[in-house]
């Protein structure tokens, strides 16, 4: 079934299925969170997106949606420092969960179960258990790094690239190219283009995080570790 949907070109029509666009609503508004630049709060999402489905769906369809650029907001980092998020618009919220509910079933169980970062039934205490494991096992050496600024580098082409290894659907991979370079509203009201990363706050960046660092997984993989 994942691979007919990976080839079929009309994955957009499964985004745009009503039932998908109500259900990804439910899900932005139970995850709450801030309002974007439109000042659109998770409370309104539902009726808006009852009372706008139909053009709603026709500029998803006719790829004339344009998503606003992102709010940017710094929150405070245990070291001191400010981590920088950027907020999308409700909406864009919305159409970036109804999205992510038909591409992330495709993309996930491409990736190791070793894997445990922002995917579905994997979490910290997931990969505790497997750290457990792995020294029952006799493995008794750990290396802790950090991406810095992993978000914020991603490359817009390689990530394209790299999610056509799953996903055909060009109307699929054009708006999630338009999220990416969206541009980012900052603190001081000025729009800045954003020529790489996706932003922290994105319902879809995790995903799009992890497709592109399961380029570095395998890459570790076939060097034996």
Known sequence: MTEMYRKSPNLME???DRRNLETAAKAVKRNKGAAGIDGMTVFD???HIQ???QPLRKK???GTYKPQPVKRVEIPKPNGEKRKLGIPCVRD???QQAIRQVIEPIIDPHFYDNSHGFRPGKSTHSALKQCAQYYKEG???VVDC???QCFDTLNHDKLIYYL???IQDKMILKIIRKFLRAGVIDLTSEFIASETGAPQGGVLSPLLSNVYLHELDKELVNRGH
Do not use: G, M, P
Request: charged fraction near 35%.
């Open 14 to 16: 499964q985004v745009v």
């Open 51 to 53: 009372a706008c489905y």
């Open 45 to 47: 999402i539902e009726e």
């Open 60 to 62: 998803l369809l006719d």
């Open 93 to 95: 919220r919305v159409v």
């Open 139 to 141: 493995y008794r050496v």
């Open 146 to 148: 950090d991406l810095k």
């Open 164 to 166: 056509e290894q799953y």
